[in-house]
């Protein structure tokens, strides 16, 4: 079971490029979320899907789009990068209970020079 | 909207030193409360979770926490540290009930630095 997948691992873009974080899950989750993680400011949820054709805004989602492409998939896409946007992004899945933990991927580090 | 606090940024012990680490939440309803555990260069992972019953909770590697509700607290303890346990821990809390979805909130997190 490979669980949560984030690609890719690293990337470096300069400010104004774009760029898509793709995330895949294989457990069969409803809910998915893009995190960010910032020293000092712990993870802060960029937007989440409840359900397959659904998203919503989370507590910082200026400069980002997401797209939940079908149950297993939830991407995350920056238009245009700014070094704001510097971080390292989690994407996480669990079943709509809410006792169900989050399961997270292994994140990706982008750095916008 | 609901927050949560962990007032201890960066905490050093030695070995055989006991742990509590503080979460307090912002919620008055009833929620569901979970402690992560992030190792240096890994993802987070769940260490324990509390969403009803007996408010002592133990998890994973000898954690256990304690839901205190009249304090809104839901701190962590470790009676005896390892090297092994240096490692960033985040509290977070969800809302509970069937009031549909409701997404997970942590932390800022504190990191555990534990010397040999």
């Known amino acids: 079971n490979a669980g949560v997948t984030q690609t890719p691992k690293f990337q470096v873009l300069k400010t104004g490029q774009s760029m898509t974080l793709q995330c895949a899950q294989d457990m069969n989750h409803n809910s998915m979320y893009w995190y960010r993680q910032d020293p000092g400011m712990g993870l802060r949820l960029i937007y989440y899907?409840?359900?397959?054709?659904?998203?919503d805004k989370g507590e910082v989602p200026n400069g980002y789009n997401v797209s939940r492409l079908n149950k297993r998939e939830f991407s995350l896409r920056l238009e245009s990068a700014a070094p704001s946007q510097t971080s390292v992004y989690f994407c996480?899945?669990?079943?709509?209970?809410?006792?169900?933990?989050?399961?997270f991927g292994e994140g990706s580090r982008l750095t916008v020079l | 909207a609901q927050s949560v606090s962990q007032h201890n940024h960066h905490v050093i012990l030695s070995e055989a030193a006991s742990l509590e680490l503080g979460c307090n939440y912002s919620?008055?309803?009833?929620?569901?409360l979970f402690w992560y555990v992030q190792y240096p260069g890994q993802h987070l992972q769940l260490l324990l979770k509390y969403f009803s019953g007996d408010p002592l909770v133990k998890g994973i590697k000898g954690f256990e926490a304690e839901f205190i509700k009249s304090k809104f607290s839901f701190n962590l303890r470790k009676p005896s540290v390892q090297w092994s346990d240096t490692a960033e821990y985040f509290c977070a809390v969800s809302r509970s009930g069937n009031t549909g979805f409701q997404k997970l909130v942590f932390g800022t997190g504190t990191r555990l630095l534990v010397s040999p």
């Open positions: 996480a899945s669990r079943t709509n209970s809410n006792t169900g933990e989050l399961f």
């Open positions: 899907s409840a359900s397959e054709g659904t998203t």
């Open positions: 919620y008055g309803g009833t929620v569901n």
